[in-house]
Structure formats: structure tokens, C-alpha cells
């Protein structure tokens, strides 16, 4: 029972880092309509500046984090600017397509920047554990469900009551007629992104929390994320939640009993269970757990 | 009496394609004008003229003080002009407060469109795309008197309603220009209802203005309606 406990507990903290990046897609498909397939690059910059801050600049761990979000933020509202801006209004397809471009320029940025070798992020947290009875709990797990569970709870806020959110999930519902009641779709699609940014760097800490874990490579959680965000709904805050929880538990438990019950699936069956889990919830619910269904009376 | 909106010999389509052209028209605070065609007549391509949302192939339109702008259509909104296009462009997914609050302008709020639409306020919670036809058209209409315009343009109405849930709405768009001086200009196809609330009316054929003149007159005027709606060959 505990060694199942324990893979819950792994499984809970490796859904709620699904959780941010999910959250990342949520707002910028809720505001824009479009998959941003660059939100995995920008879960690594945001993971990369904070490392800059904390460990070349040597500022304070969380003061390091806040500039990470505010700076891949910008990022973000510069990439809506300068090119998707010029997009508005245009196919779909177009735009997710340049969010793919976006994706290697971000890597390549990365790359040039701070080199590929792995880096220690200079988190406060480490490797360290605490114990609640025979659970080990790693202490930067306890903090990606924190600081999960405080996005959504901004994130549900913000839809629901702000003026902003409101016209967000407008624009991405009807962009004419959202600029006919005088909503400005480039300034929401600017705070879409700014947002996104800034969840992503959330998101990238920590991923890349620990010791000689942070490398390009993270961008590709954002992939892991996918069958999250399709579970869940693309456009519920709080169905990338509960869809990061579904896939980081359904993963940790394949990863620990999978060998023992099912070895003739072969090694590395647990990246692919996310995505029949995705599946099969979708023969059932085609918007996912909590998506919006298209309603019109007829 | 203010000018609202004034269109000086407009010619406006679609790809460099005229579909109005040469249409003068304008509307004064507090009064209804409506104008009427019928189909491909060029009145939703004015209305999205006025509203920005189609560029002007030539000729002028001055709202609220203003030319449209298409790079910023949104201004026109902000600017006092209030659209309620043919398709009633709800929000499908949102529900009635909340297609509401996206109507409120700074210093407005949604009970304006309560006061006149009182059936509103038992569906607040409801997602507009659930709504029957007649309450789509009074939360389209409720919508735009939540941004307390100066101008309310209503595109097609009667469109896909019962004649009798017209009967009851389009009085209501006489009584906002009667309360609040707000001008209204009202496209419709049920001819004889919008001349009954309209001050004036302008009538179009192949996008050019026929006729003219106070509602009254041109509602006992049968034959200059039928001519517009039915072509002058057909009617000798």
C-alpha cells in the first residue's frame, strides 16, 4: 500500500508540473484559438533566465524567479508583436505553424546563450525529502503542487471575473464580434502571451528543480503535456489540472508496476500511456474532461 | 438637432467590387431611420462601413464626429456606436450576464438592458447558444443598449423570428430613441413594421438609393415599395 501511496504522491507532484505547462496552451487557445506549439520553448527560457538570475547573477532564488516570469513574459508580448500580430485574422493553420518555427528559435536562442550541458538551476530545494509515515516526499514536488495549484486559482479567477478574462475568452470565441463591441483583440492576444510566458517560466522552475537537471531538453515536457491539455479540455484552466494529474498519475503508476504486471509491453511504456489514456477519454468525451462543447439550439 | 452619422456619396464593397454606391444618409440623435432593400440591396455592407469593419471604396462617412477606422474598428465602438450585426454575433459559449458585461462601456452597466428586456433577467446563467431565436435578438439587442450608445445600428431584426416576436421587438428600438435620444438605424425586411416606428426611411435597390423621405409618406406609398423590392419592369 505505501509503495503505492508513494507512486501517487510521484505521480500528483509529475501531474502538477503538466498542470503549468498545460496552462500555458489553455490561455493562449482561450484567447487566440490557436496550439501554441512554442509554450515548450518557453517553459525552457523561463527555466534558463531564472538560472541566469539566481546563479550567474547570484540575486536571491525567488527574486531570480519573478524576473525569469516578468522577462520570458515580455518575450512573449514581443513575439506577439512582431509577428503574430500580422497574423490576426489569418488561417489557423498559419499561425500554429509559425508557433512551430517559434519552438527552434527559441531552442536555438537557448542553446547559443547558455551552451547544451546540463546546469544546476540554484533552486533552494534540491534533492531534499521529508517523510509523512513511510511517504519520502521530494520538498520541490511539494512546491510544483503549490505553485500549480495557486496558477489555477488565479487563472479561475481571472476568467471568471476580470474584464480581461472575459474578453479573452470572447475574442477567442468570435474575434469580429468582439472588435465590433470595441475589445481590442491585440491587446488581449499581448496579455495572452505575456501570461503564457509567465506560467511557462513558472512551469520551467519547476521542471528543472533539482540538482544537473536543467537542459534543452525540457522543452520536450511540453509534448508530454499534449495528451493534458486534450484530456482535460483545451480551453478549461481547470481541466489542464485535472488532465496533468490524470497523465503525471497514470505515468508514475505505469512506471512502477507496468515491469512487474505487464513486462510484455516492452521499457518506456509509461511515455506512451498518457496518450491512450488521451484516447480512450476522447471516444467517451470528444471536448475532454471539462472542455466547452459547441452548443447552439436549433 | 445632433448629427449622428453622416454618409456623403459612399461607395462601398467588397474586393474593389462596389455594392453601394453613391448613398447619401444620415441619422440626428433620437430619431429611427430605417433602411430598407431587398436582398443584395448593399444595407449590411453600410452598416459595416459605419461600423469600420469594411473599408470605403469612396465618398465619406463621418460617426460620432469620426471617420471609421478599419485598422481599428474597436473605436467606433468605444467612440459610441453600438452594432448588432444580422447574425447577432453572441457569444455562444458565455452566458447571458456574461455577453452582457462585454456590452458595458465605462459608466454603464447591464440593467438598461434588463429594464427593456425584462425576460432577460430569469436567463442570466444560461449559455446564449441555448437561447430561443426572439431571446438571442433581445440579448443581441440588450447587448448593445448595455454600452449606453449614442448610435444603435440593428441589422435584420425579424431574421429567422416569428412575426409576432418582431411585433414586440422592434417597438422597443422606437422607445430607446424616444427615451435616451439615442439615434437608431434599423436594416429590416419586414417593411411595413419599420416605417410604423421609423421617422424617416431610405430605400435601396442594386446598391443605390430609390427613395427617400419621412416614414409616413413612404409607407402610403405602395407603389414606390413595390418598385424598390420588386423592380420597376415588374411593376408596369
Known sequence: ?298 | MTRLLEIDDLSAGYGGVPVVRHLDLHVDAGEVVALLGPNGAGKTTTLLTVSGLLPSLAGSVTVLGGPPSTRRPQLVARRGVAHVPEARSLFTQLTVAENLRLGVRRGGDTSVALDYFPALGKLMDRRAGLLSGGEQQMLAVGRALAARPRLLMVDELSLGLAPVVVEQLLPVLRQVADDTGTGVLVVEQHVHLALEIADRAAILAHGELVAAGPADELAAEASVLERSYLGAATID
Open chain 1, 1 to 298: 500500500m505505501s509503495q503505492f501511496l508513494q507512486y501517487m504522491v510521484a505521480g500528483v507532484a509529475l501531474g502538477a508540473k503538466y498542470a503549468l505547462v498545460a496552462l500555458g496552451f489553455v490561455i493562449i487557445f482561450k484567447a487566440t484559438g490557436v496550439i501554441n506549439f512554442a509554450q515548450g520553448g518557453l517553459v525552457m527560457l523561463g527555466a534558463y533566465l531564472t538560472y541566469n538570475f539566481g546563479v550567474t547573477w547570484d540575486l536571491p532564488f525567488w527574486v531570480a524567479v519573478a524576473m525569469a516570469m516578468v522577462v520570458t513574459a515580455l518575450v512573449g508580448v514581443v513575439i506577439e508583436r512582431v509577428i503574430l500580430r500580422y497574423m490576426v485574422g489569418r488561417p489557423a493553420f498559419a499561425l500554429i505553424m509559425i508557433t512551430v518555427g517559434l519552438l527552434f528559435i527559441l531552442q536555438q536562442v537557448t542553446v547559443a546563450i547558455w551552451g547544451d550541458d546540463a546546469l544546476n538551476l540554484g533552486d533552494p530545494w534540491g534533492l531534499g525529502t521529508f517523510r509523512i509515515g513511510d511517504i519520502v516526499i521530494q520538498e520541490r514536488d511539494l512546491w510544483a503542487v503549490i505553485l500549480a495549484a495557486a496558477a489555477v486559482a488565479v487563472f479561475f479567477v481571472f476568467f471568471r471575473y476580470s474584464s480581461l478574462g472575459l474578453a479573452m475568452r470572447a475574442t477567442a470565441i468570435d474575434q469580429e464580434a468582439a472588435l465590433a463591441q470595441g475589445m481590442s483583440a491585440k491587446r488581449v492576444h499581448a496579455a495572452a502571451w505575456a501570461i503564457a510566458g509567465a506560467t511557462g517560466a513558472l512551469a520551467g522552475v519547476t521542471i528543472a528543480a533539482g540538482s544537473a537537471s536543467l537542459d534543452p531538453s525540457i522543452q520536450f515536457i511540453a509534448l508530454l503535456a499534449f495528451p493534458a491539455i486534450i484530456l482535460g479540455g483545451i480551453d478549461s484552466p481547470l481541466g489542464a489540472v485535472v488532465g496533468g494529474l490524470v497523465i503525471g498519475i497514470t505515468q508514475s503508476l505505469t512506471n512502477g508496476y507496468q515491469a512487474e504486471y505487464l513486462a510484455f509491453l516492452g521499457s518506456g511504456f509509461q511515455s506512451v500511456m498518457p496518450f491512450v489514456v488521451m484516447v480512450l477519454v476522447l471516444l467517451v468525451r470528444p471536448y475532454g474532461l471539462f472542455g466547452t462543447p459547441e452548443v447552439k439550439r436549433v
